[in-house]
């Protein structure tokens, strides 16, 4: 199993530039998360998805769209990139929360300049 | 509002030596604590994983504790080696729907020096 993994691993856009940050599991997991994780702080839940063609907004979801097309794919848009969207996003997976174990993948670091 | 306080914010040892992570919280409901090892560059893995009834559960060289009165856990390290060098996260569940459901801290960075 590869397990949760992302593309790109990083990236630098300008202020209003757009673009989808792909994540993929290969665990057959229901749930699937998209955090942020700012430096020196916890992660920030922005979107997540209980299933495909269900997806629900979490903490941080404004400048964000999702989509959930296939149980193993869950991408994140950006729309407009803005500086404050300068962060390292995570995707993750899960059979079931909240007993169960999150897997993350290895993150993608992105830049707005 | 949920919240997941680590202390302290950064720690250094040197190899062999232990240390204690701490970690306060104020999540309700509580369902379980996480302590995760996120590795430089990379994303978080779970370390061990405690409900309410649970004090101790150890993984190794790390044993995580937890006081569900005073809402307090820690993280023990034993024998510290160089590739425990990463940053450890508390993470705390309630029993909300999905997007509610996880509360991290900031977490605690250690660096082990030979």
């Known amino acids: 199993n590869a397990g949760v993994t992302q593309t790109p691993k990083f990236r630098i856009l300008k202020i209003g530039q757009s673009m989808t940050l792909q994540c993929t599991q290969d665990?057959?997991?229901?749930?699937m998360y998209w955090y942020r994780q700012d430096p020196g702080m916890g992660l920030k839940l922005i979107y997540y998805?209980?299933?495909?063609?269900?997806?629900d907004k979490g903490e941080v979801p404004n400048g964000y769209n999702v989509s959930r097309s296939t149980t193993e794919d869950f991408p994140l848009r950006l729309e407009l990139a803005a500086p404050s969207q300068t962060s390292v996003y995570f995707c993750a997976s899960s059979y079931y929360p909240p007993t169960d174990t999150q897997y993350f993948g290895p993150g993608t670091r992105l830049t707005v300049l | 509002k949920n919240q997941v306080e680590q202390s302290p914010q950064s720690l250094i040892i040197l190899e062999g030596k232990n240390c204690t992570l701490q970690c306060n919280y104020t999540v309700s409901p509580f369902s379980n604590l996480r302590w995760y090892k996120q590795d430089t560059g990379r994303g978080p893995v779970s370390l061990t994983i405690?409900?309410?009834?649970?004090n101790t559960k150890s993984n190794g060289r790390y044993t995580a504790t937890l006081d569900a009165d005073t809402k307090q856990s820690s993280l023990h390290i034993t024998a510290s080696q160089l590739s425990d060098s990463a940053s450890y996260i508390c993470?705390?569940?309630?029993?909300?729907?999905?997007?509610?459901?996880?509360?991290f801290g900031g977490g605690t960075r250690l660096m082990v020096k030979p």
């Open positions: 665990m057959n997991h229901n749930y």
């Open positions: 993470v705390v569940s309630s029993n909300h729907n999905a997007g509610n459901m996880l509360t």
């Open positions: 405690m409900t309410f009834s649970e």
């Open positions: 998805s209980v299933g495909a063609g269900i997806t």
